[in-house]
């Protein structure tokens, strides 16, 4: 009688403590889930939008620049053709062609290179959603996980260091069939220093 009651007593607590870590689970899983949901909503604002404006924004530094040094580069060789009477020649042609065709690879580096910002910006994003997805499992704390999803979130800022562009057109500008000729037209009016020789300065873009 006594080893029956025994193991009656044994089976009863068996499942009680079955049933307190069915329990503990449930509040476990309700915790992460509430959790997840508080990350989710911090990370909402890294949407689409969010990350197009960091590539409109590096865009919109570098191409007025390129289309400036373009025309620049454009007018210097058209004066140059035009001084030694090969502007409507089909090698002057050939040459204005030329300059058309650097400016659109320029034009494409350009846009590509936004575009790896854009990569970049989303992998951090994710990096650090997967992070805070990871202590939130961990840790089920819905409370500590509001709080280190508000730091996270804010520690990531869109802000981006551009330095002014490099002169795109030097090289061609100075190969042999336009050095001499821009030399000359040089010595009429001076190359913009800001172009050809661009500073050291950094801008800082939002």
């Not at 009680?16 to 449930?26: F, G, M, S």
């Not at 089909?90 to 040459?95: K, M």
């Not at 690879?105 to 997967?130: L, P, Y």
């Amino acid at each position: 009688m006594c080893l029956g009651g025994s193991n009656k007593k044994a089976k009863k607590q068996a499942k009680k403590a079955r049933r307190e870590a069915e329990h503990a689970e449930q509040d476990r899983v309700r915790k992460v889930n509430e959790g997840r949901a508080k990350i989710d909503e911090s990370f909402a604002k890294f949407d689409d939008p969010y990350f197009q404006q960091i590539g409109d924004s590096f865009n919109g530094y570098y191409l007025p620049q390129l289309d400036d040094q373009y025309e620049d580069a454009r007018k210097q060789l058209v004066y140059s053709l035009a001084r030694k009477g090969n502007l409507a020649s089909q090698a002057g042609a050939d040459e204005l062609g030329k300059a058309q065709t650097e400016y659109d690879r320029q034009k494409v580096r350009i846009g590509s290179q936004a575009q790896d910002r854009i990569a970049a910006a989303r992998a951090d994003v994710e990096q650090n959603r997967s992070d805070l997805y990871a202590l939130n499992q961990a840790s089920a704390d819905p409370d500590a996980i509001a709080s280190a999803t508000a730091s996270r979130a804010a520690s990531i800022q869109p802000t981006q260091q551009l330095s002014p562009l490099e002169n795109t057109f030097a090289t061609f500008l100075n190969s042999p069939a336009t050095s001499m000729a821009a030399y000359q037209y040089g010595a009429n009016r001076p190359l913009s220093p800001t172009l050809f020789n661009p500073g050291k300065s950094v801008k800082v873009v939002n």
